[in-house]
Each structure stands twice: as structure tokens, then as C-alpha cells.
């Protein structure tokens, strides 16, 4: 049995994460200040004894003894990380310096939650983890991508200087039950305005597109870069490779939801990248065949049930 440190495992995908360390008989401390996480999402974890919900601003430091953490701690979606960009940026860099030197410390096996942002709108296509990325470091977005960016540089010089054992994952837009309705997210929207009955808002013309994952896919893929060898750091890319534009994102919603509601058009909000795909070449091969198992349609049917018996 391990214990292992989740920070931000009151989010969506922290809380999956959780989920599944503690069904592999961990034990699991949950560290998360509740900012765009909640209790909620962790309530069917509290009666395990080997869970242990700890309020914790990871910008402010952490000691445990712990074998291995999780660094999820930053919100992810664009309304929330900019709502308070310098303390979107505290989190992720602050968040980084402490739980890094905790790992130091404690001697502990850690992982950074990064994200395919580090590629900006991207030049090269699909994005592979070579490509260091077309990023504005001064736009709307830039306290989230250059957050993250600089989280990577302190993972990586830790691990140089220190000898840390560190794992980085880029992650592709991933969605499923417990996304937050309000968190501003397409996937969440689209659902939450098909079911409420109201307009589907695209951003532009809607042509952009993205490449969705389905959570459990993601977890599988965290939990695998963990356990890999300590001689691969990563950054490696975990994401679907299905691309879909935001327009065909909604004719699927609305056909799956059986929904009437109408498609409207919305300004297109600075600095939103054009295209998104993973290439998961490095993951399949590194993370012993990893490779994403649950098509888009299934995954919005799971995450459409989720919305149905919540709103
Ligand atoms: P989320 O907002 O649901 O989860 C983030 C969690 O971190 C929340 O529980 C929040 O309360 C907590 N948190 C925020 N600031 C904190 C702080 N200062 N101290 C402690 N806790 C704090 O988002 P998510 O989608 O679950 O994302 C989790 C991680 O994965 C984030 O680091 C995000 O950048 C990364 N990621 C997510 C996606 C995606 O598509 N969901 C894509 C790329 C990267
Ligand atoms: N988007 C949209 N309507 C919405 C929310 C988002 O058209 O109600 C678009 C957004 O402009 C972007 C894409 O969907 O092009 C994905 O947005 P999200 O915020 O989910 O993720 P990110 O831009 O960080 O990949």
C-alpha cells in the first residue's frame, strides 16, 4: 500500500483519480482549497478510512510524508483561471516550487498535470512533445500556458539538479461526469444548454476544433506515467486523437440529447487556438500500448447521464 498525494482531488479529475488509487488499495490524501473543486465530488470517498480530504492552498507549503503526488492543484477552465490570472499563475508556479520540494524531501515519485496550452495555437499538426509551441506570453490565456510552461521548466530542473523523480503528462481536453455545469468548458456547456433547452452558444464559426478524451481514459494513462520507469520523465502527450470541430461537437449534442435547442454564434474569445490533436505515438509506446478506449459518442452518453440527474 502507498500513500499518495492528490492536490486539486476535489476536482473533476482529481476526484476520478482518487477514485481509482484507493480501488487499488491505496492510501490517498486529497489536498484541495475548493476553488473550482468541491466537497461534493469527493463525498462517496469519506467513508473510506484510507481517505483523507485535507483544505490546502498548495501556494502555501505542504509536508506529509508520502510516496508518490499527483499535482493537479490549478483551475483549468479559461472563465475560472482568468477570473484571478496572477493567482492562476501563483498556483501553478508557487503550487510547483512546493510540492517539488516536497517530493525532494520525501523522496516521493511526482507528477505534473500539464496540458496541450504549452503548444499555444499550434504550427505543427498533430502536436508532438517536441514541438515547443506558439505561445502569446502576454494575452488573456497566457497566466494558465505560461503557468504550466513554467511548471514543466521547475519539473524538469529538479529532476537535473535534485535528482527528483518527476513525470510530466500533457493533457488533451478531457470531459465526463463531474465537470462543473458552470465551469464555462464546451463540453459541459453544450450539454447544459441542450438539456435546459436553451441557445448552444459556439465561439466564432465554430470550425476551430479540439480533440476530446474521456476521463477514465485519462486516469488510466496518469497511472500508467507513474509507474513507468524513472528514466522516462515525459512530457508525454495523453489525449484522443478524434478531432471534431466545435459545430460538429453541438450536432452531436443536440442529436444525443434529442434537444431543440438552436445553435447561436458568439464572438470568438483572443488568443483561442484554431486546431488541437494529440500525437499519442510516445505514450503508446512508453505506457506499455496506452491508448484511449471510449469513443466520443460513448462518453458523452456517460457525461449527458451524469448532467441529466444533476441539473
Ligand atoms: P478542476 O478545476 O475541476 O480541478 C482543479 C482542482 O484544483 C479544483 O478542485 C480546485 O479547487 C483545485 N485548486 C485550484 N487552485 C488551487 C490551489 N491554489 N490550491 C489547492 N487546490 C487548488 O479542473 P480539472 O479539469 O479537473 O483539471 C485538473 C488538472 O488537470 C489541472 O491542473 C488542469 O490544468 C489539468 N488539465 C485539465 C484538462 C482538462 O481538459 N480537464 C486539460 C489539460 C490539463
Ligand atoms: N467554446 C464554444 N462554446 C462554449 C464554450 C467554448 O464554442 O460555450 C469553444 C472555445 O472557444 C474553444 C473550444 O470551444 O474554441 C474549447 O473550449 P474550452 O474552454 O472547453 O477549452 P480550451 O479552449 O481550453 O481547449
Known amino acids: 500500500m502507498k500513500r499518495i498525494l492528490v492536490t486539486g482531488g476535489a476536482g473533476f479529475i482529481g476526484s476520478h483519480l482518487c477514485e481509482r488509487l484507493l480501488a487499488e488499495g491505496n492510501e490517498v490524501i486529497c489536498l484541495d482549497n475548493y476553488f473550482t473543486g468541491s466537497r ?47 493567482k492562476t499563475v501563483k498556483t501553478s ?112 464559426d465554430g470550425s476551430q476544433t479540439r480533440s476530446f478524451q474521456y476521463v477514465d481514459d485519462l486516469v488510466e494513462g496518469m497511472v500508467r506515467m507513474m509507474a513507468a520507469g524513472d528514466d522516462f520523465t515525459g512530457p508525454v502527450n495523453i489525449g484522443n486523437p478524434g478531432e471534431f470541430t466545435m459545430l460538429e461537437l453541438a450536432e452531436k449534442v443536440l442529436e444525443l440529447t434529442g434537444s431543440k435547442s438552436k445553435i447561436v454564434f458568439r464572438p470568438l474569445p483572443s488568443d483561442d487556438p484554431r486546431q488541437r490533436q494529440p500525437d499519442i505515438s510516445l505514450a503508446r509506446e512508453k505506457l506499455g500500448g496506452w491508448q484511449p478506449r471510449i469513443p466520443l459518442e460513448e462518453g458523452l452518453r456517460k457525461t449527458i447521464r451524469f448532467f441529466q440527474e444533476k441539473i
Not at 41 to 67: C, G, K, Q, S, W
Not at 143 to 167: I, P, S, W
Open 40 to 86: 461534493e465530488n469527493i463525498f462517496h470517498l469519506m467513508a473510506d478510512p484510507r481517505f483523507e480530504p485535507v483544505r490546502h492552498d498548495v501556494t502555501a507549503p505542504y509536508y506529509a510524508e508520502v510516496d508518490e503526488i499527483y499535482n493537479l492543484a490549478c483551475p483549468a477552465s479559461p472563465v475560472h483561471y482568468q477570473y484571478n490570472p496572477i
Open 93 to 204: 508556479v508557487m503550487g510547483a516550487i512546493n510540492m517539488l520540494g516536497l517530493a525532494k524531501r520525501v523522496k516521493a515519485k511526482i507528477l505534473q498535470a500539464s496540458t496541450s496550452e504549452v503548444y499555444g495555437d499550434p504550427a505543427v499538426h498533430p502536436q508532438v512533445e517536441g514541438y515547443w509551441g506558439n505561445v502569446n506570453p502576454i494575452g488573456l490565456r497566457s497566466c494558465y500556458d505560461e503557468g504550466k510552461r513554467c511548471a514543466e521548466t521547475l519539473f524538469m530542473d529538479y529532476h537535473r539538479q535534485n535528482g527528483v523523480k518527476v513525470r510530466i503528462v500533457r493533457i488533451f481536453n478531457t470531459y465526463g461526469p463531474r465537470m462543473n455545469p458552470h465551469d464555462g468548458r464546451v463540453v459541459s456547456n453544450f450539454i447544459v444548454q441542450a438539456l435546459r433547452g436553451e441557445d448552444i452558444t459556439i465561439y466564432g
